[in-house]
Each structure stands twice: as C-alpha cells, then as structure tokens.
C-alpha cells in the first residue's frame, strides 16, 4: 500500500504542473519556410498525377516542382487535399477540347504519345489546344501505359459506329443496284454476280462513314476533359492548380468515360477518378469502355 500511495502522490503533483503545446497556423512565416513544409508533406503523402502514370518518383512530382519554382500559395498540402475531397471547382482554370477533334487533329496526335516524351516547348503548346467551358460533356479517364493508338482506334469506333454501319450498308445496296442494272462489269464465273461489288462498295462506304462522322455536325456537345490539354504540363502553378481541382473537375462532368485496359486499375489516380465521380456526382453517367471491344467487333466484320 505505501507504494502505490507514493505513486498516487507524485502522479498528483506532476499533475498539477503541465505544460500545453498546440500547434497553429500562422501566416507570419516566410515563403521559404512554407515550401519547405508543404515540399516535405508533398513527398510524404499526395502521390502526383505524372507519378501516377509515369510509376517515377515523388522528386518529379509537378507539387514538388511547383514548390521548388517559388510557389508561394498559404495553404498546407494538407489543406489542399481538403480542396479536393469539397470537390471544389476552379473555374479560371476550367478548360475543355471537342472529343472529335481530338481525333482529327493530326490524325490523334494527342492521344498517340505521352506528354513527358514530348520537348517542352511542344508541352507548353498543349494548353492552348483547349479553351475555357463551363463544364464536361465527357470526362476521359485513361492511362498513358496503353497504347495510344488503340485508344484512338477506339474513340473512333464508338464516335462514328453508326456512320460505320450505315453508309457501309448504303454502299452494298448501291453495288446491288448498279449490278443489276449492268452498270458495273460481271464476271461470268460468280454465280452471284454481286458479291465482288457489293463487298467491295461496303467495305468502302463503312470507312468513308467512318472518317467522315468526325467531321460531320453533331446534335449533341462532345466537349471533353483530356488531362495533356487540360492541364498544364509546363506552368507548376496552374499544374498544381489542376491536379488539385480534379475533384471539381469531375464534379461538373455529365458522363465519366473510362477507357478501360488492364493496366488501369493499377493506377492510383485512375482509381481516385473512379471513386470520386460517383461521390461528386451521383447522377452522372459512367460508361465502362474497354479498348479491345470496338477492335474486336471490327476485326469480325
């Protein structure tokens, strides 16, 4: 009993002499000091997009570059993050690209190498191949581990199936109408005297509807969020600025198309993209596009 009376009494003496250190944020640091800190926690816990994709480490992180540059911004990584979980929208920065044109412009050069094999003079042109919108018809959710071309090859197939289907079938019927009116040369060892022609007109019609569905007018807007144009890939700040708004980004997206391959979900910001759609917006639309489908189907026809 004596011992644990002495330590009953000590512990009430040590409890009557304490000392209370809270930690608090002020904005009487230095710049310097704020980038270090936020170039610390950066390293430790917001893995970047560009790491994301590329599997580099957080030293080329464009947050770390962002603070190395000078950025000056009072806000804590982890006040930033919170950005992103509210799901904030950025409007100065909001920016989209017509899907089809994406396509079309030297035929899917954006979509055919990523940006960090690009010059950095040829990255800083990307911005400019978007312009300021109000919101996403589409929000393209991909990795840059797949193949490019297989992506544009696949973006075609689901932009222009019906131009596929349709002026493929208009060319086989003209065939048939041509060959019955003698207006094209048989060969009298066919017995079915259309078939060269018709397969021929068909085949012809499907890649022209094809090609053409990318130019022609559309009812409906195909404006789209395309990371390499959508955020910048050389200015740090407005870098920073967009991974940080991904949140809100998405947010204002009516659909989250996601050009599935199986190197996808290994990613962590095709994850994050995934996740956060269904929270910040319930109602959107999320179509499930694996890239083989379309190749597969063309390939049976």
């Not at 006040?79 to 929208?89: A, N, P």
């Not at 840059?144 to 544009?152: A, E, M, N, R």
């Not at 596929?164 to 019927?173: I, K, M, Q, W």
């Not at 956060?276 to 390939?299: C, D, H, K, Q």
Request: glycine share 8%; aromatic share 8%.
């Amino acid at each position: 009993m004596g011992q644990h009376q002495s330590v009953c009494c000590q512990e009430e003496q040590a409890s009557e002499i304490r000392e209370v250190v809270q930690a608090a944020y002020t904005d009487d640091a230095p710049d310097s000091e704020l980038n270090q800190v936020e170039l610390s926690e950066l390293n430790q816990v917001e893995p970047t997009k560009s790491d994301a994709i590329c599997g580099r480490p957080s030293e080329s992180s464009p947050l770390v570059l962002a603070a190395k540059c000078g950025s000056t911004s009072p806000f804590s990584a982890k006040l930033k993050l919170g950005k992103v979980r509210d799901l904030q929208v950025d409007l100065e920065i909001l920016r989209g690209i017509s899907l089809r044109r994406t396509l079309r412009s030297g035929a899917g050069r954006l979509w055919r190498r990523s940006p960090v094999d690009l010059a950095l003079e040829r990255r800083a042109e990307l911005w400019g191949e978007s312009r300021p919108v109000e919101s996403f018809d589409i929000f393209l959710s991909h990795t840059w581990q797949t193949s490019g071309l297989s992506k544009v090859m696949s973006l075609v197939l689901q932009n222009g199936w019906w131009a596929h289907c349709l002026f493929g079938a208009l060319g086989s019927g003209l065939a048939v109408v041509l060959c019955y009116l003698e207006l094209l040369p048989l060969s009298a060892g066919i017995e079915d005297v259309t078939h060269p022609w018709a397969q021929l007109f068909g085949l012809l019609g499907s890649l022209l509807g094809l090609l053409g569905s990318l130019y022609l007018p559309r009812c409906s807007p195909d404006i789209a969020f395309l990371d390499v144009v959508s955020i910048h890939q050389t200015d740090p700040a407005l870098m920073e600025r967009g991974i940080y708004g991904l949140g809100g980004f998405l947010r204002v997206s009516r659909e989250l198309r996601v050009l599935w391959s199986p190197p996808y979900l290994s990613r962590l910001w095709c994850v994050f993209e995934l996740a956060a759609y269904r929270t910040a917006n319930p109602t959107g639309n999320i179509t499930l596009a694996p890239l083989f489908v379309e190749l597969w189907m063309a390939s049976k026809r």
